[in-house]
């Protein structure tokens, strides 16, 4: 399965949803974080991982010439390379890569830089789900409906596969997510974490199994207990 991981915005925790949901899909997946961020991504600096073996690598050298087992990890990953990178792709490339992971790994999760380029509209156009990332911030909605309007009516992506993730919620309810333009499923709500560390922050982690089994039901249970305790900072 492959599940694009987007957001027309930066800065709403796109890279930290993809890890953190690859750490725990990892555990019962044989899971590949793929960056799809040219800008360039952040998996060097937060994985430690050499940014020189990346995409191109995958695409020119073999996909286990590019792959990286992140320290203390059981899931893999594929940095994007820089700015120039995607200049150098061939018309088959994304979808051949794609492929290779899909032979290789049973989940593949590509975290998607906020610019469409051609490149992104070839991995989301293959991606079984794309998990759309927000925030309840007027900003954040107001880009997201410009973008997936244009998208829409360019025929780039199909609304079907869309499912929505609201991050870092403060109020108890959502005030402008889906207030207006394409109505797209929000299938859970992470609540603002305060001092979060990072994709391993146990707390996030407990979230993203959530997130999980909306996602794919059959592999991931539902959590018994509710994790909703506590000050919405300390959630």
């Not at 796109?14 to 690859?22: E, I, P, Q």
């Not at 200049?87 to 049973?106: Q, S």
């Not at 403060?170 to 979060?196: F, R």
Request: aromatic share 8%; glycine share 6%.
């Amino acid at each position: 399965m492959v599940i694009s991981i987007y957001s027309p915005k930066g800065g709403v925790g796109n890279t930290l949803l993809t890890l953190a949901l690859a750490r725990e899909a990892s555990k019962k997946l044989k899971t590949c974080a793929l960056e799809f961020d040219f800008t360039p991504g952040d998996f060097p600096a937060i994985l430690d991982i050499d940014r020189r073996k990346n995409i191109y690598t995958a695409m020119r050298s073999g996909i286990e010439q590019a792959v990286q087992r992140p320290a203390d990890e059981i899931f893999d990953a594929i940095v994007s390379g820089y700015p120039d990178t995607p200049e150098r792709f061939e018309e088959n490339d994304v979808p051949d890569l794609i492929a290779g992971l899909k032979d290789l790994y049973e989940l593949v999760l590509v975290d998607i830089q906020p610019t469409f380029i051609p490149a992104v509209m070839d991995v989301m156009n293959i991606s079984d789900k794309i998990l759309l990332i927000t925030t309840d911030n007027f900003s954040v909605v107001s880009r997201t409906i410009g973008t997936l309007d244009w998208a829409m009516s360019n025929n780039f992506i199909d609304i079907s596969n869309i499912v929505q993730v609201v991050n870092m919620q403060s109020k108890k309810n959502t005030e402008c997510v889906n207030l207006a333009g394409p109505q797209i499923p929000v299938i859970y709500t992470v609540p603002y974490i305060k001092n979060i560390s990072g994709y391993k922050d146990s707390r996030l982690q407990k979230h993203c199994v959530h997130i999980l089994n909306r996602l794919m039901p059959d592999i991931f249970e539902e959590p018994k207990r509710k994790i909703f305790a506590g000050k919405a900072g300390d959630r």
